[in-house]
């Protein structure tokens, strides 16, 4: 039995509201094979458990480990030669991207969450070249990596049956194009080789192989509305019904989905969502940014998720999504750093502090703009109802898994810090990725004082590095050439495709009243 107490000089253990927290002064907790048996203060406990081993200093601040609910890749796509555009002009752009090693890519950016304090992560798996088999085997590298370095993962592959690049068919984009570029894009819509059915076999497949595994589940990702026929609509709703699997799908993250929408549908995506029985709490819905005030009441009605992704939003000027609307009607949201945070990274901590700042409407009701204990919140317990995980992660209690982040209290306090200010604040606006000491999963130490306990950073960051050195294939050097040629095209489909109305301000949305 391995057994350990973490101590700390105070225990933040769950937000109890929007404005308050449950705070153990030097507390701690007993872990007994990952699951928390005992909470306390630190000197009761000791004294009941003499010979169990002592995990931190006493000047550390615990808090339960921080949940990203919504993840795709390691390398960003600035890394790859993709800059920030509007999403739908950035898809294209996202066709340069190199030919990785995924068991590296994925290192890399689970190194950047766990020393941030994450525990868990959401992974949206996608774009994955090849036939069933070849996609099986990336998705396994993915999955290997995260069991590698300790981390729990929720997986799933995005599934996109239909309008693959753009708010059209695949045919009617390819006959769109000049005579020269419409055998290069058909090239490039070939090397995806499975269909609908391959990818409800991949899910099958996966779930068998992983999803009884203490820190690896499998959910399901329409990957959005306008990639999804009605026939991937109903099977997914089948899928996640047969399985009792949560469904993870991007919608309305700009005004272009929107409008595309209600092109198909003569309503909103979430009206045409519920055509398919698809709005119950085992749906969370990525961004949400247009959501409307009707549809807002349906999720809150219904039980549906939504994962805020604040940087993602700002980066790729998909606008605001109205976090306060969501929090006055009760829906459970959570916090995803997407492709990268703001400093294009995976830093949950400064995550944390863009959705605490981004969404103060002017105005003096302190219930109008998110507070400190409604952030750890979201990047905590809400974050864990999106996933498998459910209710056995996301605060510090008995019964649940020892997940938890240790952070240094002289990095928030020193040089000085008022004895009135509440620690939920000093923490959530003060604290940085490097007073994180320590990080633990299931009860084991993954992170501590910025060494890694499993994997060998240096050598896996070094591998990485080393294996994109080599000159761009014909493959890779075509598919560039293919991006830039066609983004002229592409950005004119878009001219005029959204009605000037959409475009009316929105952030009036994120006032509660």
């Known amino acids: 039995m391995a057994r350990s107490i973490i101590r700390s000089r105070s225990m933040i ?57 919504h993840h795709h890749v390691g390398l960003t796509p600035v890394q790859l030669g993709s800059p920030d555009m509007p999403l739908e002009l950035w898809w294209i752009t996202r066709m340069v991207i190199r030919d990785l090693d995924l068991y590296l890519d994925t290192l890399y950016a689970a190194f950047e969450m766990i020393a941030s304090g994450v525990t868990t992560v959401q992974h949206l798996h996608g774009w994955v ?68 059915d391959e990818s409800m076999d991949l899910f099958v497949r996966l779930h068998r192989n992983h999803n009884a595994k203490r820190r690896v589940k499998v959910q399901l990702a329409p990957a959005n509305l306008h990639w999804c026929s009605d026939q991937a609509l109903t099977a997914f709703s089948d899928m996640s019904r047969k399985y009792d699997a949560p469904i993870h799908m991007h919608l309305v993250e700009t005004a272009y989905q929107k409008a595309y929408a209600g092109k198909r549908g003569g309503g909103t995506a979430l009206d045409y969502l519920d055509r398919f029985d698809l709005l119950n709490a085992r749906l969370t819905l990525g961004h949400g940014v247009w959501l409307s005030e009707r549809d807002i009441d349906k999720v809150a009605e219904t039980g549906v998720c939504i994962c805020h992704n604040c940087s993602s939003n700002f980066r790729l000027r998909s606008g605001i999504a109205p976090l306060n609307r969501f929090e006055a009607r009760g829906i459970n949201t959570a916090i995803g750093i997407d ?138 050097l075509e598919r560039r050439g293919l991006s830039k040629a066609i983004l002229p095209f592409i950005r004119a489909f878009y001219a005029d495709y959204v009605d000037a109305s959409l475009h009316e301000p929105f952030y009036r949305m994120n006032s509660r009243t």
């Open 339 to 476: 492709e990268a945070g703001i400093n294009d990274d995976r830093d949950m901590l400064q995550e944390m502090r863009l959705v605490l700042r981004a969404h103060r409407v002017p105005g003096m009701a302190e219930a109008d703009v998110p507070a400190m204990a409604q952030v750890l919140r979201m990047a905590t317990v809400g974050g864990a109802r999106t996933t498998p995980f459910g209710e056995t992660i996301g605060t510090l209690e008995v019964g649940k898994a020892a997940d938890l982040v240790l952070i240094d209290w002289d990095q928030i306090a020193f040089p000085y810090l008022d004895e009135a200010t509440p620690l939920i604040d000093a923490v959530i606006q003060r604290a940085k990725t490097e007073g994180v000491r320590l990080t633990m999963c299931d009860g084991e130490v993954l992170y501590q004082d910025g060494e890694f306990t499993r994997v060998d950073r240096k050598d896996a960051l070094k591998r990485l590095h080393d294996g994109l050195q080599k000159p761009l294939s014909e493959a890779e």
């Open 13 to 69: 253990t769950r937000a109890l509201d929007r404005h308050t927290v449950e705070e153990i002064p030097d507390g701690a907790l007993l872990q007994e094979d990952g699951i928390i048996v005992a909470i306390g203060r630190f000197d009761a406990l000791k004294q009941l458990h003499p010979d169990v081993p002592i995990i931190g200093s006493g000047n550390e601040v615990m808090l339960p480990g921080f949940v990203n609910a």
């Open 129 to 196: 070249p090849g036939t069933l088999e070849e996609v099986e085997a990336k998705s396994n590298q993915v999955i290997s990596a995260y069991q590698d370095v300790g981390m729990r993962a929720s997986y799933c592959y995005a599934v996109r049956d239909q309008n693959r690049l753009m708010y059209q068919s695949d045919r009617a984009l390819i006959e769109s194009l000049p005579a020269e570029l419409q055998g290069r894009m058909s090239h490039w819509f070939g090397r995806f080789k499975i269909g609908l």
